[in-house]
Structure formats: C-alpha cells, structure tokens
C-alpha cells in the first residue's frame, strides 16, 4: 500500500521549476495538475504549489492588476473583419488588464509569412521625413524616389505656395488623399508650425497623431461609411494618457506640461481653428462638413489630445507606421514574430509579419517593444514606463531566478542607468 509523503520544501521548488521552464504559459492550477501526475505520491496543496510559484516569480502576473497602477486600455473594434488580413490569427480578449492579442488559429511554421500590411497612418522616421520634404521620398509609400518617369508632384503646388511633396505614381498621389491635404503646405497652410514643432523636437507620436487626425477628418468629409469604420479602429487602439503616465511615475522626468500645450495649440491651429483668416478659409475648402460634438472633443480637448500622444506611442511600428492588425501583437521578450519591411524597392512602408518559430494552434503571437538586447532590468524598466507592468515572459522570470540564485539583485540602481536623452524624451512624451 502506497503512503503519500509530504515533499521538503527544497524537492518540491525543484520540481515547481522544472515544470514551469517546461510549460513557461501555464498557469498554477494547471502546473499544480502536472505535479500531482508526475509525483502521485506526494501530497501537496495548491495553496502551497501557488506559494512557491509566487516567491520564485513564476505567477504569470499580466492578468492580475496591481493594486493603485494605471494600465494601458484598449478594446475589441467592432466589426472587423481579420480576413482582409489573415485566416492563420483570430483576435483574443485576455482580460481587463492584458488587453487584447492575436492567436494563433492553426499550426504555422518558422518562415511563414503570417501577413502583410499597409499602414492606416504614417509619421516615417525623421530621415525618411527629410527625404520626403525635400522631394526625395515618395509623401505617401515613403519608398526613396529614383528618375522614374512615374514620378508625379503634389497637384496643388505653385510658384507662391509650393508644396514639396512628389509620389512615386499616380497610385500613390490618389490614395495620399486620405491625409496629405491637409498637412499640405499649399493647400492647408495652417499645418506647417505644427509639422515643424515636431520634427524640430523629434516627436515622433505628435507626428503620427497629426496623420490620423487628417485622416479623420478628411474621411469624415469624404465618405462617413468609412468614417465610422476608421473612427471605430482609433478608438479601439490601447492607450495611457501623458497625464496617466505622470501619475504612475513612470516619467523619467518632470512632464514638460508647457511643451504639451504649446504643441496642443498648435495642433487645434492646424486642423481647427487656424490663427488667421487667410487660414480659416483654406482650412474650410477641405472641412467643408462640421464634425459631430462628441468627436470634435474626442479630437481636440486638451486631456483628449493628451491621451491621443499616449495611443500613438502605445501602438507605432517601430519605424513610425501605425497598423491595424499589428496592433493587436503583445510583448514578449522571446518573441514568437517578426516585422519586417520586405517590399523596400515598390512599398517601404508595408510590413510582412513572419514567424520566428513554430507556433501552435492557440498560443499567443508576439513581438518585443524593447531592445531584446538589454539587460533584464532595464527591459523591464521600459515597459513599465508605459503601464505595462513588470514583464514576467519566460526569459524575465528566468534571468531573474537565475540572478537570485547567484545572490545578485537584479532591480538595483535601475534609476542610474537612464540618461539625458531618455529623461528629456520621457518627459515631452517623445516616441
């Protein structure tokens, strides 16, 4: 007759470890399940299996909040249709605090291309924006413009207001009807200060925000069908106001609340209520259409546009494209995808998402927002500079036993490690 026995604390931590470097997505009630199964004879509660977990860091921690932190919000857009897109993924509702995410609904292999996709707005990195205001780059694509015959300027340009701008074909002319409009600087003058603000100041989320807002408005005026649907997916994008990552103390810095309201200002001058008459009337060729109340709010209040700095950051592909699909994609610091920008001769600024490994039906796809580079701490530190709490991906929780058990601290002097650059960043909002 068996006798169950009761492990020493040292067996069972050993045995914890083992089965959760194996099953790195389980959670307690599940590890404690293969426990059981692996041990029969042993006698141990879950209680106590969860105990453990939780002192060694093994407690997946992003679907319990943290009692008085602000996490990032987002929600389900309606009606969207991932096929446009991909059959291999399907949109999943984790919880309140992780948000949303992509799965994977069947098997896919390492290589695979999972899908491809153009931007809904795009603010490129700033030597690609050069390029593009000086006629070099196409001011739609962004791809680098060479002596094509294709190669067409911006319809509004003259000798007394001319506009910079030329595309790569008439394609890209028409589609760049969407936003280019309005931060033209023959057609909408009023833009200009705003652009300038934030190319001087490298604000790369003050940029995109600039896009989609003329994006917005000009669909709004154009087609409100598609309106509705691009109003929806702006609203659906996760978000943390600036004043939300002040309160969290997750600045670096002192938040640079004046920069914020001049760059505000400027962004009500540009897109809706324009300093000078001469603005006005320009401006009121394009918006010919009064917004609803509630989304002129939405747009231009001041905690709004605040929490519309806060979206940007949240949601840009790392070069400054915001995408629908991509979105959606989680962190990891192993991730299970890559983006890149494959299509650099014809379409720079579409992603193709491929996968890095193989992934199984059900299991998360996810990218890194940080420098997989970086130590852990510092890893750590940027993600929750942006509400995410601490990361507890298989790679974090098991540098950090591993520093443990070599007696190191591994969140120590995390403050002395940021510089200049990333306090005067942290605190403008910059991306």
């Known amino acids: 007759m068996s006798v169950n026995v009761t492990p020493a604390e040292d067996e069972l931590k050993a045995a914890l470890l083992e089965l959760k470097s194996a099953n790195p997505t389980l959670g307690v009630p599940k590890i404690h399940a293969l426990l059981l199964s692996a041990h029969p004879e042993w006698t141990v509660s879950e209680k106590r299996t969860r105990k453990i977990m939780q002192s060694e860091g093994l407690v997946n921690n992003a679907n319990v909040a943290v009692p008085g932190q602000l996490y990032p919000t987002s929600q389900i857009i309606k009606g969207f249709d991932i096929a446009k897109y991909t059959t291999k ?25 999972i899908w491809k996709e153009d931007p809904f707005a795009l603010a490129p990195e700033w030597n690609l924006y050069d390029l593009q205001m000086s006629s070099h780059a196409c001011g739609y694509c962004s791809t680098p413009l060479t002596t094509s ?74 087609d409100e069908k598609a309106f509705e649907e691009d109003w929806e997916i702006v ?30 200002k400027l962004y009500v001058q540009a897109f809706h209520e324009p300093a000078t008459e001469t603005e006005k ?50 962190h990891s610091c192993v991730p299970k995808v890559s983006v890149r920008h ?13 996968a890095r490994r193989d992934i199984a039906p059900g299991e998360e796809l996810t990218i890194t927002y940080v420098n997989p580079e970086l130590p852990l701490e510092q890893r750590r530190r940027q993600l929750m500079e942006w509400g995410f709490g601490k990361c507890m991906c298989e790679r974090c929780v098991k540098e950090e036993r591993e520093r443990k058990a070599e007696g190191g601290d591994g969140e120590a002097n995390v403050e002395e490690k940021a510089d200049l650059e990333a306090e005067l960043k942290a605190g403008l909002g910059v991306m």
């Open 149 to 222: 015959p294709l190669i067409v300027p911006c319809t509004a340009s003259t000798s007394s207001m001319p506009c910079p701008v030329r595309f790569c074909s008439r394609l890209c002319l028409s589609r760049s009807g969407r936003t280019h409009p309005l931060l033209c600087a023959a057609r909408n003058p009023a833009a200009a200060p705003l652009l300038y603000f934030a190319r001087r100041n490298q604000w790369m989320a003050l940029h995109a925000l600039s896009q989609v807002t003329a994006r917005v408005l000009l669909t709004y005026n154009q």
């Open 342 to 354: 494959l299509d650099q001769r014809t379409a720079l600024s579409r992603i193709t998402v491929l």
């Open 89 to 113: 993924v399907e949109v999943k509702h984790f919880s309140k605090i992780k948000g949303k995410g992509l799965v994977a609904k069947e098997e896919i292999k390492e290589g695979e291309t």
């Open 281 to 330: 009337k320009r401006l009121a060729k394009l918006l010919k259409k009064p917004l609803p109340q509630n989304v002129s709010e939405a747009l231009f209040d001041y905690d709004a546009f605040l929490r519309g700095l806060g979206r940007m950051s949240l949601n840009l592909e790392a070069h400054g494209g915001l995408y629908v699909l991509h979105s959606h994609l989680n």
């Open 235 to 264: 609203r659906s994008l996760a978000q943390l106001g600036m004043e939300e990552r002040a309160k969290g103390g997750w600045l670096n810095a002192e938040p640079d609340r004046a920069m914020w309201k001049k760059a505000h």
